[in-house]
């Protein structure tokens, strides 16, 4: 089975900046997706980012990026130049392609202080 | 794009009664609904996935009696609580995943409150 290791349930950093969220997966399939969501005191689950397996590429949305390094299984979020607004809790999440069902970690909370 | 509502958003019943939780793909088509469960400071549970004109595929402990979903439609998708008690009282989240190939994207909606008193 499918598993998604948050190993940090807790960080704070200061307001301007970069602050990496690491994450690590276990599976034996070579297709799948893997993800960030972010869940602001809201509690609305917000997409952060996507990426495919298949590509080398690390994804990129604005100030976040990832580190996909597949062969160590590990997929790190950084988050550059921090906002207030990026205080919630972040979940990795993962997808075997092909399957219905999301597989998300523990959730680590980050809070970003002025 | 891909916005996901969910109605209502917070709600308080008295225990015994049913309560509806309606989910909505508002600007695509959803094939495939999930819903999931989330207590306090903890992560996301999947409670059971829906898929449109089929019946629901329950997780492993979850009562598929009690935790009634229904998927109508391309954009509709609704869970009803059956007889719901103080420890049904939790968050609850949906998703949708689009019907357009070649993305296992799930979108979530807001969530809903659910107190059980």
């Known amino acids: 089975a499918q598993t998604v290791t948050q190993s940090q349930p807790e960080m704070s950093v200061q307001e301007a900046e970069t602050v990496t969220l690491s994450c690590t997966y276990d599976?034996?399939?070579?297709?799948?997706?893997l993800f960030w969501y972010k869940q602001p005191p809201s509690r609305q689950m917000i997409l952060v980012i996507r990426?495919?397996?298949?590509?080398?590429q690390n994804a990129t949305e604005n100030r976040f990026s990832v580190n996909f390094q597949k062969a160590a299984k590990s997929f790190s979020l950084k988050i550059s130049d921090s906002q207030l607004g990026d205080t919630a809790m972040y979940f990795c999440?993962?997808?075997?392609?092909?399957?219905?069902?999301?597989?998300f970690g523990k959730g680590m909370k980050l809070t970003v202080n002025p | 794009g891909a916005v996901v509502s969910q109605h209502p958003s917070w709600v308080i019943c008295k225990s015994g009664t049913s309560v509806k939780i309606e989910c909505r793909s508002l600007?695509?088509?959803?094939?495939?609904m999930f819903w999931y469960r989330q207590f306090p400071k903890q992560s996301l549970m999947l409670m059971a996935t829906?898929?449109?004109?089929?019946?629901?595929?329950?997780e492993q402990g979850v009562e598929k009696d009690k935790f009634l979903i229904n998927h109508a439609s391309l954009t509709l998708s609704t869970l009803t609580v059956t007889s719901a008690h103080p420890e049904d009282s939790s968050f609850y989240i949906c998703?949708?995943?689009?019907?357009?190939?070649?993305?296992?994207?799930?979108?979530f909606g807001p969530g809903t409150r659910l107190t059980v008193l």
């Open positions: 998703s949708a995943k689009s019907a357009s190939g070649g993305t296992d994207t799930q979108y």
């Open positions: 599976t034996s399939e070579s297709n799948y997706y």
């Open positions: 990426q495919e397996a298949y590509k080398q």
């Open positions: 999440a993962f997808v075997q392609g092909g399957s219905e069902k999301l597989v």
């Open positions: 600007d695509f088509q959803a094939t495939t």
């Open positions: 829906s898929n449109e004109g089929s019946k629901a595929t329950y």
